[in-house]
């Protein structure tokens, strides 16, 4: 069964508009992390924001938020006022219980800013 | 924020030949690294945990005498891909961890391996 699941293949957005990218993820862990990397067609990994799963806010930083709805299990990234830099590939990622070290990613979703 | 590199970022082999990339924490030590792998189009798929001092911990399916890992110093680790074959082409990233929770992990800017 897939741990993170990201629905949205691809998304198009004009600029200036916000734009959320969903992700679901599974596990029967209370303690986990959620995280967003983009990657852009360089091919790095940039990390963009991290939300744990005992945390009571949801996580911000920039125009990045991360809409964390424990109950549903999902863990949506919702970038304000896009820009055509924004273009990019978004994984969703999780890692389980604490301490624990590795990350498993989504499939991904392409996310392309139209002028 | 840190900066992890690796080297190189670019490599074209011949089938049967091995090639090793490296992976450097620049600013800060890293007691553990990751090894992913990356088909087009696709997402990252762990190939193995590297840890200072010890031996590598591979995921399922990942064949540990093909794809060896030295993590000798905290602030290299390598990955050696043994008799490459093309299939083996691929985009290979590590990160490394910034401390105990793993809430931190820089990654590097990828190296693209193809094999002829």
């Known amino acids: 069964a897939q741990k993170i699941t990201q629905t949205q293949p691809g998304m198009f957005v004009q600029e200036k508009e916000a734009v959320t990218l969903d992700c679901t993820y599974d596990t029967s862990d209370p303690s986990y992390g959620l995280f967003w990397y983009k990657q852009p067609s360089s091919g790095e990994m940039i990390f963009l924001i991290y939300?744990?799963?005992?945390?009571?806010q949801n996580a911000t930083e920039g125009r990045y938020s991360l809409n964390f709805q424990k109950a549903r299990k999902s863990a949506n990234l919702v970038i304000s006022a896009s820009q055509l830099g924004d273009s990019a590939m978004y994984f969703c990622a999780m890692r389980e219980g604490p301490g624990a070290q590795k990350l498993v990613f989504g499939q991904g979703t392409r996310l392309t800013i139209n002028p | 924020g840190a900066v992890v590199s690796q080297h190189p970022s670019r490599v074209i082999c011949k089938s049967g030949t091995s090639v090793k990339i490296e992976c450097r924490s620049l600013?800060?030590?890293?007691?553990?690294m990751f090894w992913y792998r990356q088909f087009p189009k696709k997402s990252l798929m762990l190939m193995a945990t590297?840890?200072?001092?010890?031996?590598?911990?591979?995921e399922q399916g990942v064949e540990k005498d093909k794809f060896l890992i030295n993590h000798a110093s905290l602030t290299l680790s390598t990955l050696t891909v043994t008799s490459a074959h093309p299939e083996d082409s691929s985009f290979y990233i590590c990160?490394?961890?910034?401390?105990?929770?793993?809430?931190?992990?820089?990654f590097g800017p990828g190296t693209r391996l193809t094999v002829l």
């Open positions: 939300q744990g799963s005992y945390d009571q």
């Open positions: 590297s840890n200072e001092g010890s031996k590598a911990t591979y």
């Open positions: 600013d800060f030590q890293a007691t553990t």
């Open positions: 990160s490394a961890r910034i401390g105990p929770d793993g809430n931190s992990q820089y």
